[in-house]
């Protein structure tokens, strides 16, 4: 359901420590297959903590409550002060999954099976199987965090009827191995449109100044609560003033979640409209479209002139269609990178260079 989403309780240890301790330049291993074998491939850690960052950010707005699992909960909670927040006002709610256990341990072992999509994975796993079954310890302890760690958060998702945003180390593994498509909710698919319509806008430009700053695409959410924060200590505390304004949105999504799980295709082909209309108003921005009309709108730097129906750019202001058309059309997010660097005191320093880089590539 598209009202609430599970979410790592690695995610929001990685914010805490991100919040309390600033952009750790230590390393962190993304698990990459290649050749038909995995291997491990360094990353900045400070860019898998801000993906996890504005992952949560993201969710905060556009979700009604994000669930963790009560378990593991001890990794973050009292952690940080504006997690608390979170789990004070019922955003963020633990929940026992350890309960249901036997729902789902099946689920759980059989899509870490599918996970294995290499000799080399298929090898691994299994020792780490055999070292907990007969020891109580991972023989990989950090391949066991992302493939069965995340193979049973799937399985919970899949029992529990929820969405789930993986953690960025375990969503990697689940794109390369192409098993689980984590934006396969309503609130994900949305997500897909904005992404692939900020590309193409981003294509637009033939300015060397503004190709290098659209090599960095942050999602729209967390640049403007970057923008709209003074200091880290703020995101949160901005995430949550922002749901007011994007509740056309999370109503627009928790009807469309409604309407994919009823079948109805008249209704969600009708349903869907906001979309047409939002593709074709990109359409128009980018001079795909007839019309005598000129416009003119800016992209960040960026001003693009665009001929179509004056009444379909009239209507992508109103609304749903405006909040989706606000997303779409932030810009890339190269000052707000530059400003979140500022933020926690590495301005013009390797790790702004590796943070730019992780985005550019992500």
């Not at 000799?119 to 020891?135: E, F, Q, Y």
């Amino acid at each position: 359901m598209t009202e609430h989403v599970i979410a790592d309780n690695w995610t929001l240890q990685n914010v805490a420590e991100l919040l309390n301790s600033g952009i750790s330049e230590a390393d962190a291993s993304v698990i990459r297959i290649a050749g038909g074998a995995h291997e491990y491939v360094d990353v900045l850690e400070g860019g898998v903590q801000t993906e996890s960052l504005f992952d949560l950010l993201t969710d905060i707005v556009l979700r009604d409550q994000i669930i963790v699992d009560a378990a593991y909960a001890d990794t973050w909670v009292g952690e940080n002060e504006c997690l608390g927040q979170l789990t004070k006002n019922g955003l963020l709610r633990q929940l026992s999954f350890l309960s249901n256990e036997e729902k789902f341990a099946d689920v759980r072992d059989l899509i870490a099976d599918r996970l294995c999509v290499t000799d080399s994975l298929k090898v691994d796993h299994s020792a780490n199987v055999d070292s907990w079954t007969t020891r109580r310890e991972n023989a990989n302890p950090y391949l066991a965090a992302v493939l069965w760690g995340g193979a049973g958060m799937v399985a919970r998702s899949w029992v529990f009827d929820s969405a789930y945003r993986p953690h960025p180390l375990r969503r990697r593994l689940f794109e390369a191995a192409k098993l689980f498509d984590g934006r396969a909710d309503a609130l994900g698919r949305l997500e897909e449109v904005v992404d692939e319509s900020r590309l193409r806008l981003a294509k637009r430009t033939s300015s060397a100044a503004l190709i290098y700053s659209m090599n960095v695409m942050l999602p729209p959410i967390p640049i403007r609560i970057i923008e709209d924060s003074t200091n880290p200590g703020d995101f949160v505390k901005v995430a949550l003033q922002l749901r007011p304004e994007f509740k056309p949105l999370r109503d627009w999504l928790r009807k469309t979640e409604k309407l994919l799980e009823s079948d109805d295709l008249s209704a969600i082909q009708k349903h869907y409209g906001v979309l047409s209309d939002v593709s074709a108003n990109i359409d128009r921005i980018l001079g795909k479209s007839t019309g005598a009309a000129t416009f003119s709108i800016g992209l960040g730097v960026l001003k693009l002139s665009a001929k179509g129906d004056p009444l379909l750019s009239i209507k992508n202001r109103i609304g749903v269609r405006s909040v989706i058309n606000n997303m779409i059309l932030k810009e890339s997010g190269q000052r707000a990178l530059t400003k979140y660097c500022k933020m926690f005191d590495v301005p013009k320093t390797v790790t702004e260079i590796l943070l730019t880089e992780h985005f550019g590539n992500t």
